[in-house]
């Protein structure tokens, strides 16, 4: 953790949430849960420069309809989060969230998780969560096989709406 944090007029509070869909080749293994996402998230956290917050938290599915598991690691700037899931007979999926009040550079993000879990189809959203009068709110729909982005469209607004 940086003892030295920049002055006011270097900080900048992004507001920046990446959320990813997408099929897996392979199937985990379960019993080597802990391990798996512990090595991910901590990949995750030194690629993008984030800080744990608390520990990593680990939750055994208990559909069995269903096997996987859920997983929480607080950030200093906020958190990631993530299920894994099988359903028979159909590719294992997994969907996750990175929120953080820093830049998360989301194509690092894409190429991490392909290299741990192996990424099939998958489609994702990137968004600036600014909420400021003047700022630029924006949304990024995209969508890829592995490490490679088949698609990124900036989603824009249609037209103002006028309220009386």
């Known amino acids: 953790m ?15 949430l990446f959320v990813l869909d997408t099929n897996l080749i392979h199937s985990l ?3 080597n849960m802990d391990s798996i996402t512990r090595n991910l998230i901590n990949d995750l956290m ?45 590719h294992p999926h997994l969907h996750m969230d990175i929120y953080s009040c820093d830049s998360v550079e989301w194509h690092n993000i894409v190429g ?3 290299r741990h879990l192996g990424l099939s189809n998958w489609r ?3 968004i600036v969560r600014d909420w400021e009068d003047d700022g630029a709110r924006s949304c990024l729909d995209l969508a890829g ?8 469209i900036l989603m824009t607004p249609a037209r103002e709406l006028a309220f009386a």
């Open 2 to 16: 940086d003892d030295h944090p920049p002055p006011d007029e270097q900080f900048a509070i992004k507001h920046e």
């Open 29 to 31: 293994d379960q019993t």
């Open 46 to 90: 030194a690629a993008l420069g984030l800080e744990p917050l608390g520990p990593l938290e680990l939750y055994p599915a208990v559909d069995m309809r269903a096997p996987g598991w859920s997983f929480l690691q607080p950030i200093t700037t906020s958190h990631i989060s993530g299920h894994y899931f099988e359903k028979p007979g159909r």
């Open 112 to 114: 991490i998780v392909d």
């Open 124 to 126: 994702a959203s990137f």
């Open 145 to 152: 096989k592995g490490a490679r982005v088949t698609q990124e």
